[in-house]
Structure formats: C-alpha cells, structure tokens
C-alpha cells in the first residue's frame, strides 16, 4: 500500500536514484545561475556613484584605488561627444 502511494506522488526510486533530485529542487540550478550573474555583472559594470544605475564605462584613479565612472560622474569627460572629439586626442 505503502509503495503504491509513493508511486503516485512521485518519491520512489523507480527512475533513478537522481531522478527526483533533477526533476525537483535540481532543476532550478540554471535558473539560480542565471540571476546570480545578472547581479554579478550589475554589480561589476555600474556606476562606484551612490546610487548610480548607470554603466561605468570610464576609469578615474584617485589615492591609489581605481573607481568605475559613468559618464556623468567622471570628471573629464564632456556630456556631448562629437565626431571631432573622437578623433582628436584628449588634453594631457
């Protein structure tokens, strides 16, 4: 009675002895995966700014440590870039 009744909801062996790992709690493995480097590359490429969500696309070296700066934030780079900029070198 007992095997019949775990049959039905699925907890026996009759699989596999990892069947009900991957089909339960495993399957969520990617998923978990998944987000943890969605907030691993938020993390690595936004903005060192308090509350900043933009992409740092600019380096800034200050006392030694090297900080993470978008655009608005760092404090060299013009809010409007023209194709003459860019082909022009920056001031040294």
Request: proline share 4%; hydrophobic share 35%.
């Amino acid at each position: 009675m007992i095997g019949w009744l775990l049959h039905v909801l699925g907890l026996d062996d009759a699989s596999g002895a990892w069947y009900l790992f991957w089909s339960g709690i495993g399957s969520d493995l990617g998923e978990l995966t998944l987000i943890t480097g969605g907030v691993i590359f938020y993390r690595r490429h936004t903005c060192h700014v308090d509350h900043c969500w933009r992409l740092a696309r600019h380096e800034h070296a200050q006392d030694g440590t090297t900080y993470q700066l978008c655009r608005k934030h760092h404090p060299h780079v013009q809010q409007k870039l023209t194709a003459t900029d860019v082909r022009t070198p920056p001031p040294a």
